[in-house]
Each structure stands twice: as structure tokens, then as C-alpha cells.
């Protein structure tokens, strides 16, 4: 079972940047696919961000725009979310996610592990 805890949220001015980490237990985390989803209040859960289990493959969600970027680490097990030029709209509650797979998948369905969530608040 792997455990995930996010860190690193917090409330920011539109324009400017915050990295968002993702601590994994398990030893097997290199293993497995990342991502970041976010969901606001009243809305469905979106994906932001994911990683394939080598680090060498990313993908992310329309709206980023150039913005954000996923990494990790796989001797540490973390994972990180560098956001950028934030907006207003980017406010939401952050989950970082895994899964054992070889692919990168973008939906929610396909993690089996969650954290329980940072916040990101982003201040006109």
C-alpha cells in the first residue's frame, strides 16, 4: 500500500509561483505513475499533471499552458508540482495520485493511491 502526503500548498498573488511535493512510502515507488489533480469547490476533480515511472515522460492537463512543471525523484520517492504564473483560477485543492503501470494514464479511475490533498490559493 502506498501512502502518499502532499506538501507545500498555500496562498499566493496571481503571478506568482509555488512547488507543491508529494512524499511516497512505499519502496516500489519508482514503479509506479505520478500525477497532480486538483478539484475546487463544487467541481470534478481534473487532471493537472502526471510522470511516467522513469521520469523521462510528462503530460499535462490543457489548461496549464506552459506553466507548471511534474518531476521526481526517484531515490527520495517525491514528486513535485512547480507551478508558475498562477492564476486565480488555479485556486483548489491539490492530490498528488499513483499508480503501478508502465503507461501514463490521465484519469482519475486509474490511481489507486491518493493523498488527502494540499491547498493552493491563489489571490487576485
Known amino acids: 500500500q502506498v501512502q502518499l502526503v502532499e506538501s507545500g500548498g498555500g496562498l499566493v498573488q496571481a503571478g506568482g509561483s509555488l512547488r507543491v511535493s508529494c512524499a511516497a512510502s512505499?519502496?516500489?515507488?519508482?514503479?509506479?505513475?505520478m500525477a497532480w489533480f486538483r478539484q475546487a469547490t463544487g467541481k470534478e476533480r481534473d487532471f493537472v499533471a502526471g510522470?511516467?515511472?522513469?521520469?523521462?515522460?510528462?503530460f499535462y492537463g490543457g489548461f496549464v499552458g506552459g506553466r507548471f512543471t511534474i518531476s521526481r525523484d526517484n531515490a527520495k520517492n517525491l514528486v513535485y508540482l512547480q507551478m508558475n504564473d498562477l492564476r486565480p483560477e488555479d485556486t483548489a485543492v491539490y492530490f498528488c495520485?499513483?499508480?503501478?503501470?508502465?503507461?501514463?494514464?490521465?484519469?482519475?479511475?486509474?490511481?489507486?493511491?491518493w493523498g488527502q490533498g494540499t491547498q493552493v490559493t491563489v489571490s487576485s
Open positions: 495520485a499513483a499508480h503501478r503501470t508502465f503507461s501514463l494514464p490521465t484519469s482519475a479511475h486509474s490511481y489507486d493511491y
Open positions: 512505499d519502496p516500489t515507488f519508482s514503479l509506479h505513475a
Open positions: 510522470i511516467d515511472w522513469t521520469g523521462h515522460t510528462t
